[in-house]
């Protein structure tokens, strides 16, 4: 472990985290202190790393104090907004952790339609001071998700097809970048910053905040899902892609396969569920989208209609408590003919067991729209994005669900197209964080982030994520 100026054997980590405690309004966490493992935890319980020490920030001044601090020791440096990453970025064997989870802060300017957001704040934390002026930001789908690592690496969710990803509604951001320097990231200000910072990930800075352009929405969305048993699958996965060939973008739909929480109280056999949010106002024309899906594959049980959005956005939630062990891949493609549903029915059909599952999200309307150069984030152009996803409890089930998750998406290389998502990237073990960013990004965009890099991280202090590395001098 390389630790700068500092060395452990003459107290040098130790007078420095002291004199870090001094300066911060936040606290400094070490392996002695109580609460450190609760410090040290990830939403990811397959991620068992001890920091050197955890600095839970109380104020935004204190983001400063801890990069002074990484630069002086040499320690790796990990940030964390929400700490749901799958592949457990936010943390560091040996190293610093800023915790920027105390920083959840959100301001609503419902005139304007703005929303300010901390970097530590969750998507609930959004939903709950938007909600009372009838207002959304387009966010993810489980509300104990942080809004920064979404935002930064994309945020598909329930609002995408209608209002495009998390960072397509990003206004600006506040920026402090590995040299201490406070920039302001905007279309008008640092726009090539700020496109890196859309889809780039925490490769150039620490976002202290977030704008948002939030969008109206009414305080009963129509919302719904259709239930089908396994022998229905194929043929309501066919008139689910007819369904969806002229769909207006005020439909959201996500097609998951999963056994469902207990509150659903639909047993402990898979279902698909085919979920879908209409956005606008007026639900008549939603509720006709509907009716004709019904006719085409009628579903074996289901429930439509006005739900508050809090609610909605949290239904999901109790299937990811903290500490599930997560494993997940990605995969883009178009194909939803014959040949594409017998290999997804197939992986499918092994979703037998509470812990695993696979998403479908219908892409296209306001998200295919915005040109692919426009953010970093990596493909524009596929109909649908699959999350083959983990969220088990027991250790002893790591290698086999994990091996579920790795088969299920090489069947589907054969449909796949170009781009990653590196939000449901994992990590590998002994896998190169970089050449699975640049596989992610391709090779046009990631080369614009190295030039980057380069200008505001040359010397890579930000590389605990799918990392971009400065090119050499």
Request: avoid cysteine; aromatic fraction near 10%.
């Amino acid at each position: 472990m390389n630790t700068g100026q500092f060395g452990d054997e003459d107290g040098g980590i130790d007078r420095l985290l002291a004199e870090l405690e001094e300066r911060i309004a936040g606290s400094v966490i070490q392996p002695q202190d109580p609460g450190y493992d609760d410090a040290r935890a990830v939403w990811n319980g397959m991620i068992d790393l001890r920091p050197r020490a955890v600095v839970r920030a109380g104020a935004v001044s204190d983001i400063d104090a801890v990069l002074d601090a990484a630069r002086r020791s040499g320690l790796p440096l990990a940030v964390r907004g929400g700490g749901h990453n799958i592949a457990g970025h936010s943390n560091v064997e040996g190293g610093l952790v800023l915790d920027l989870g105390p920083l959840r802060r959100v301001e609503v300017d419902a005139g304007r339609r703005l929303v300010t957001v901390g970097p530590g704040a969750t998507l609930r934390d959004v939903d709950q001071a938007t909600a009372p002026h009838g207002l959304a930001v387009p966010l993810g789908v489980i509300s104990s998700t942080g809004v920064a690592g979404l935002t930064l690496g994309g945020g598909v969710g329930w609002l995408t097809r209608s209002n495009g990803l998390s960072l397509d509604n990003l206004d600006s951001a506040d920026v402090v970048t590995a040299s201490g320097e406070h920039l302001r990231a905007s279309e008008q200000e640092n726009p090539e910053l700020f496109w890196g910072l859309r889809g780039g990930g925490g490769n150039f800075g620490v976002v202290s905040s977030f704008t948002f352009r939030a969008r109206p929405l009414p305080a009963g969305v129509l919302g719904g899902n259709f239930f089908y048993r396994p022998e229905h699958w194929k043929s309501a996965l066919g008139a689910f892609d007819r369904w969806t060939q002229d769909l207006p973008e005020e439909m959201n739909p996500i097609t998951s396969f999963l056994v469902l929480p207990p509150e659903f109280e639909m047993g402990d056999a898979p279902w698909m569920v085919a979920g879908f949010a209409w956005s606008a106002e007026n639900h008549e024309p939603g509720l006709e989208l509907i009716e004709r899906l019904r006719q085409a594959a009628p579903p074996d049980a289901e429930e439509v209609g006005p739900v508050a959005w809090l609610e909605w956005q949290s239904a999901m939630d109790s299937l990811f408590p903290k500490g599930s062990r997560g494993y997940w891949k990605n995969v883009s493609f178009s194909r939803l003919d014959e040949e594409a549903i017998d290999v997804l029915v197939g992986f499918a059909s092994e979703v037998t067991w509470a812990g695993t599952g696979i998403d479908i999200h219908h892409m296209q309307g306001t998200f295919g729209r915005v040109p692919e150069e426009a953010t970093a984030f990596p493909n524009r152009a596929a109909k649908y994005w699959l999350n083959i996803y983990g969220f088990w409890q027991d250790a002893a089930e790591d290698a086999r669900l994990s091996d579920f998750a790795r088969k299920a998406h090489a069947s589907m290389q054969p449909f796949a197209e170009h781009g990653q998502y590196v939000n449901f990237l994992g990590a590998e073990r002994g896998q190169d964080m970089t050449e699975a960013a640049r596989q992610a990004y391709g090779p046009a965009t990631y080369e614009r982030l190295v030039a980057l890099k380069n200008r505001f991280d040359p010397d890579n202090l930000f590389r605990l994520n799918h990392n971009i590395v400065p090119a050499p001098a």
